[in-house]
């Protein structure tokens, strides 16, 4: 699994012009699935999101993670961050899990990551999405399991 993450100081996502999901301080992740993907790497990745240092202590030293600040996770299926662009001009997603299975790991995904007790918000697999996002920092970062 793959995720964009970018720390924010609030996002949203609409689905038909009506807002599915928001946070204010937390993290946006973009959420990609491939076709080896599995449970464990779903749980790895979790386990980095709500551990990942990005968030400034009072140093200013990015020292704290999510759950530290109590922060927020906006979870958003992001089909295209299984692309495959390193030939040619139009990226290929051969590497991609099938749609089926890609929104059953996306969604157990969220349903671990409610367990942990972080507020959760969440994009709407498959369909066709706005998101807008206030970047702190900017502070953007790529994470794989």
Do not use: W
Not at 34 to 42: G, L, V
Not at 62 to 89: P, W
Not at 120 to 125: D, S, V
């Amino acid at each position: 699994m793959k995720a964009l993450i970018q720390r924010v100081s609030r996002a949203s996502v609409e689905v038909d012009e009506q807002t599915v999901g928001r946070i204010g301080c937390g993290l946006l992740v973009l959420v990609g699935v491939e076709k080896d993907d599995t449970d464990a790497k779903a749980d790895k990745l979790l386990h980095k999101l709500l551990h990942y240092r990005v968030f400034s202590d009072a140093q200013g030293k990015m020292n704290l993670n999510v759950q530290q600040t109590e922060g927020e996770l906006l979870l958003v299926s992001q089909f295209t961050l299984a692309a495959d662009t390193q030939k040619g001009l139009r990226p290929s997603f051969s590497s991609a899990a099938p749609p089926s299975e890609g929104e059953r790991l996306f969604n157990y995904l969220i349903a671990q990551a409610k367990q942990t007790g972080t507020p959760i918000a969440t994009g709407e697999f498959g369909a066709d999405m706005q998101v807008a996002l206030v970047n702190d920092g900017p502070v953007t970062f790529m994470l794989e399991s």
